[in-house]
Structure formats: C-alpha cells, structure tokens
C-alpha cells in the first residue's frame, strides 16, 4: 500500500489482506471499491466501507464520491488511518482518492494526478472515471468541500487542509487554487494573447510575405466581392481553449 497523504493509503486487495501491512500502517478505516460479494478486510475491528464498483469507463463512480469522501475525512480528522483499495489499487481506489485531494486540497485535476502517479506508479484511472473527475473538479469539489465543512466544522478542515498541502509541497507538484465562482461570475477566458504568441512574429511576417496567410482588417463594405461588410461579432463558440501540456498528458490515447 501506498502512504499519498498523512493516515491515507491507497492500496491493492492484496494490501487489504495484509494483516501485517493494516497493523504497521496502523490502519482503522477501509473503503473497499469492487464488485466482490463481501469486504475482504483481513481484521474484524476494522470500519469498512464497500462500494460496489466495477472498473468500467461507464461506470458513474461519481454517484461514491461524496460518501467515501465524508467518510475518509471522518476518519483522518480524527487521527485515523484510512486504506482505500480495488483489485489492483490502480484504477477505482486511485479514482476515489483523487476525488478526496480535489476536494480536500487545491490541487488541479492535472496536478492531482502527476502527484499520485508520483506516489504510486500504478495509478491509472480509466477514461470514463477520469472524464467524471474532470467535471467534479470544476463544478462539484466547491460544493462538496463547503459540505464537509458544514458537517465537520471550518476550522477543523482548514487545519486538515493545512496538514495536506504541507505534505503536498514536498512532492514539488504546485498546488493551484480551485476557482469557487458562481454561475453570473463566471466568464470565458482571454485567451488572445496565448493565441498571438503562439507563432513568433517574425514567422508570422514572412509566413504573409509569402502568401501564405493574410491579415483581415474588418471595414465597411466597398463593393459586392467584400468578403466581410462589418465586423464580426465573437460568440462563445468561437473561443479558442489553450490546454497546457501537463493536462494534455493525462488525456487517454
């Protein structure tokens, strides 16, 4: 099993039936993430949770997320160790726990990733379970962490938060603010002067001195071959969206 934040572990159904591994990482919670009849938690003390999940892109895991991670915070805020496993400790369990640091934390979707990927090589969420965290990450953790504040109370989870973020700097992964806009607030990006410099100017320049393209002045109609008569209007649609790399790499093939 893997250590990913303080009293949180992400492990294999192996690791879950380590007694040896559940004593030594002093572990009293596990969140069982499969589709087996029963947990196969190796100790009876143990508070277990099960989902039954199986590892499939149209699988909405989604549904869990708020369950497992009021009841992984529970625990940890009480100084208690969680383990949170599947078959391989790859895929499903790996999901969960991203859902929790997206929540819990101010990492990027992108970030959350690169960091376990760090902590645990094996992490790799199927593409529909990583779809589902793209979207919880920017419309739902806001809502989901305001819960877990309202129900654990605010200074509680601030100082959990504090403890987290300490041990994620020390992986070098930049931990970036989750914007908590409402939907009047919110507003496309400007993304024109990513756009203009994408090409250096002089490329630009003799890329127009050979024909190859051209600048568009908009002005008012001179005859009938004018292709534009006004300037035209950008809607929404006609944004472009710049993704940086390290969100790229995440993106299944």
Request: net charge positive; glycine share 2%; aromatic share 6%.
């Amino acid at each position: 099993m893997t250590e990913v934040l303080p009293r949180l572990f992400v492990g294999s159904m192996g690791d879950a039936t380590d007694v040896e591994q559940l004593l030594a990482n002093k572990i009293t919670d596990v969140v069982s993430v499969h589709t087996l009849s029963r947990s196969t938690a190796a100790v009876d003390s143990l508070n277990v949770m099960h989902l039954r999940v199986s590892d499939q892109p149209e699988v909405n895991i989604a549904d869990h997320f708020y369950d497992a991670i009021s009841f992984i915070h529970a625990a940890r805020i009480n100084n208690r160790s969680v383990l949170v496993h599947c078959l391989a400790g790859a895929s499903r369990s790996v999901c969960i726990v991203a859902a929790y640091i997206l929540t819990v934390t101010n990492m990027s979707y992108a970030n959350t990733l690169a960091y376990l990927a760090n902590k645990r090589p094996c992490a790799n969420p199927n593409f529909g379970f990583r779809m589902q965290l793209i979207k919880y990450a920017e419309k739902k953790a806001c809502v989901e962490r305001l819960r877990l504040q309202n129900r654990f109370g605010v200074k509680c989870c601030q100082l959990q938060q504090i403890e987290d973020e300490a041990a994620l700097s020390k992986s070098g992964i930049v931990a970036l603010p989750i914007l908590c806009k409402t939907q009047s607030e919110k507003t496309l990006p400007d993304v024109a002067p990513l756009l203009s410099s994408a090409v250096p100017l002089s490329h630009r320049e003799a890329a127009e001195d050979r024909g190859i393209c051209r600048r568009v002045t908009h002005k008012k109609a001179a005859s009938s071959d004018c292709l534009l008569s006004s300037p035209r209007k950008v809607k929404p649609c006609d944004v472009a969206f710049v993704w940086r790399i390290s969100e790229l790499a995440y993106i299944d093939q």
